[in-house]
């Protein structure tokens, strides 16, 4: 319970957290979880790190990945994940919301609702997921002056520079784009959107000592690859943002489904976390506990019979 209580809060900040797992040999496996209940089932398993995808929290308030979310929209899902769980996230940037002044906005904002880490992207509004066509692209010197002015702006706030160049550029002017933005401050360097391992390798091959960030998104232009591969052709961070709301909607959709034809949720019990399995990711009595004035609630077991 660390918003709660405070008695398991981290001693640093969340960007230096971030920055310290970095340093280990093995890559860094970043599942998305945008919402609290998913962000502690992921900690269940382990992971040490979360991430928070533009898209996923778009389409969560039923959203197309246009940009159309706020700021302040994106610090409502950062501040619940990180007071659910303390760990670190990266949280998706996307344009920065504007221009330098916005940007340095954005990540003040970010870093006080918990975050460790931001995404910021060369593309222009609207901008599209990395892996569908016709992207639009700013210049690099207007990329490069707002991770300048994140850089400027953070006070431990891990920024990585995404470039989607390689598509409608080539390597050669991602390569080019991504040395321009550590150059103007960028810890590390996000290349979206790469179609085969040779081009993972030869991207990291030409930005040697440089921490980077691999994107494992389902029905995109890269092929599936698991963290292990990734860590063999040079890569520091991988991220699989919206794998978990895929998986929850698809479920959604059959449970809705399933009532509109049986009338009940009668044949989906066997599908569903029970009351206590869901009153133990959350920590429900340890809440409760909190306050000597409430009674421990009895869980009920398995389903009343008709009589």
């Given at each position: 319970?660390?918003?709660?209580?405070?008695?398991?809060?981290?001693?640093?900040?969340?960007?230096?957290?971030?920055?310290?797992?970095?340093?280990?040999p093995?890559i860094?496996?970043?599942?998305?979880?945008?919402?609290?209940?998913?962000?502690?089932?992921?900690?269940k398993?382990?992971?040490?790190a979360?991430y928070?995808?533009?898209?996923?929290?778009?389409?969560?308030?039923?959203?197309?990945d246009?940009?159309?979310?706020?700021?302040?929209?994106?610090c409502?899902?950062?501040?619940?994940?990180s007071?659910a769980?303390?760990?670190?996230?990266?949280?998706d940037?996307?344009?920065?919301?504007?221009?330098?002044?916005?940007v340095?906005?954005?990540?003040?904002?970010?870093?006080?609702?918990?975050?460790?880490?931001?995404?910021?992207?060369?593309?222009?509004?609207p901008?599209?997921?990395?892996?569908?066509?016709?992207?639009?692209?700013?210049?690099?010197?207007?990329?490069?002056?707002?991770?300048?002015?994140?850089?400027?702006?953070?006070?431990?706030?891990?920024?990585?520079?995404?470039?989607?160049?390689?598509?409608?550029?080539?390597?050669?002017?991602?390569?080019?784009?991504?040395?321009?933005?550590?150059?103007?401050?960028?810890?590390?360097?996000?290349?979206?959107?790469?179609?085969?391992a040779?081009?993972?390798?030869e991207?990291?091959?030409?930005?040697?000592?440089?921490?980077?960030?691999?994107?494992?998104?389902?029905?995109?232009?890269?092929?599936?690859?698991?963290?292990?591969?990734?860590?063999?052709?040079?890569?520091?961070?991988?991220?699989?943002?919206?794998?978990?709301?895929?998986?929850?909607?698809?479920?959604?959709?059959?449970?809705?489904?399933?009532?509109?034809?049986?009338?009940?949720?009668?044949?989906?019990?066997?599908?569903?976390?029970?009351?206590?399995?869901?009153?133990?990711?959350?920590?429900?009595?340890?809440?409760?506990?909190?306050?000597?004035?409430?009674?421990?609630?009895?869980?009920?077991?398995?389903?009343?019979?008709?009589?």
């Open positions: 319970m660390p918003y709660v209580i405070g008695a398991d809060l981290p001693d640093q900040p969340a960007g230096h957290r971030f920055r310290a797992l970095l340093e280990r093995e860094l496996r970043i599942p998305g979880a945008h919402l609290g209940l998913a962000a502690l089932l992921a900690k398993q382990g992971f040490e979360l928070l995808s533009g898209a996923a929290m778009s389409a969560t308030m039923g959203l197309p246009l940009g159309m979310i706020t700021i302040e929209d994106v409502f899902f950062i501040r619940q994940v007071r769980t303390g760990l670190p996230l990266l949280v940037g996307d344009t920065g919301y504007g221009e330098a002044l916005n340095m906005h954005m990540v003040r904002s970010f870093e006080d609702a918990g975050a460790g880490a931001v995404h910021l992207e060369d593309q222009l509004l901008k599209k997921c990395g892996h569908l066509n016709d992207k639009k692209l700013a210049s690099a010197d207007e990329m490069s002056a707002k991770v300048a002015a994140a850089r400027k702006a953070r006070r431990h706030l891990y920024v990585i520079a995404r470039t989607d160049a390689v598509a409608s550029e080539g390597m050669d002017a991602a390569v080019d784009r991504a040395k321009r933005y550590l150059d103007a401050g960028a810890d590390a360097i996000f290349p979206e959107a790469l179609t085969t040779e081009m993972f390798r991207f990291a091959a030409r930005m040697p000592g440089v921490k980077l960030l691999a994107n494992m998104t389902e029905f995109g232009r890269t092929p599936f690859f698991t963290a292990e591969e990734f860590q063999a052709m040079g890569y520091s961070m991988v991220i699989w943002p919206v794998s978990h709301l895929r998986v929850a909607a698809k479920a959604w959709e059959g449970l809705y489904a399933q009532i509109a034809a049986e009338g009940g949720t009668q044949g989906a019990v066997e599908r569903m976390q029970t009351r206590a399995e869901l009153y133990a990711t959350i920590g429900y009595h340890d809440y409760e506990e909190l306050d000597a004035s409430l009674v421990r609630t009895v869980i009920p077991q398995g389903m009343p019979q008709k009589v």
